[in-house]
């Protein structure tokens, strides 16, 4: 009953490296999620995902890439990581479209960019 | 272009007290939730609302939709230190499947 998983928890990292955030949910929901949240900013959607292989940007997608190949895995990576990337990264997941199904969230990815 | 404004950004209040927190826009919404946030952690849903008008009731906490769906608000009765956490409304609207948050209330109630 392990449910919405995020890794690694805690990464450190230095500009130009790319990196990559894994989610993986139990429960086979269609939609899954990533956001940031930063001081200031709150939760700012940067992809989303409605199916295996159907993907879709958010607010803040630049410097982020995708893929979902699979419909319990939604890695997120950064191509080539930046300071202005340094966040908490949240994946989460919801059952079908309807925006009044609940978002279940993973514990969250602590980012640093040096 | 923030959709959701939340206000207060942050209220510490003491144990016993009563609060209210809104989240406002200039968009209508087809729904809205409320979720809450403790260190460390994941957002949790409280509640969504769907209907203009619509209250709902969670223990000590009011939740309200305005009629117009453009606006909520969260009212705590008698806060408890357990309240301690950070607030988000969180709205979806009909032509599309995202949610888009607010930047959030940070809350801490004083024993």
């Known amino acids: 009953d392990a449910g919405i998983t995020q890794s690694p928890r805690y990464k450190i990292t230095e500009t130009g490296r790319q990196v990559t955030l894994m989610c993986h949910q139990t429960?086979?929901?269609?939609?899954m999620f990533w956001y940031r949240q930063d001081l200031g900013h709150g939760l700012r959607l940067i992809y989303y995902s409605a199916a295996a292989d159907i993907t879709d940007k958010g607010e803040v997608s630049d410097g982020y890439v995708v893929s979902r190949s699979k419909t319990e895995n939604f890695p997120l990576t950064l191509e080539s990581a930046t300071r202005s990337q340094t966040s908490v990264y949240f994946c989460a997941s919801r059952v079908g479209p309807s925006s009044t199904g609940e978002l279940f969230f993973g514990e969250g990815s602590r980012l640093t960019v040096l | 272009t923030q959709l959701l404004e939340q206000s207060p950004q942050f209220l510490s209040i003491q144990e016993g007290e009563n609060l209210t927190v809104y989240c406002n826009s200039s968009s209508v919404f087809s729904s809205l939730q409320w979720y809450r946030q403790e260190p460390g952690e994941g957002p949790v849903l409280l509640v969504t609302v769907v209907t203009g008008g619509e209250v709902k009731k969670l223990k000590r906490l009011t939740f309200q939709f305005g009629d117009a769906r453009k606006d909520s608000s969260l009212h705590i009765t008698a806060a408890q230190p357990g309240d301690t956490g950070l607030y988000l409304c969180a709205g979806g609207m009909n032509r599309d499947d995202k949610i888009i948050f607010g930047k959030g209330t940070r809350l801490h109630i004083l024993p």
């Open positions: 429960w086979s929901h269609s939609y």
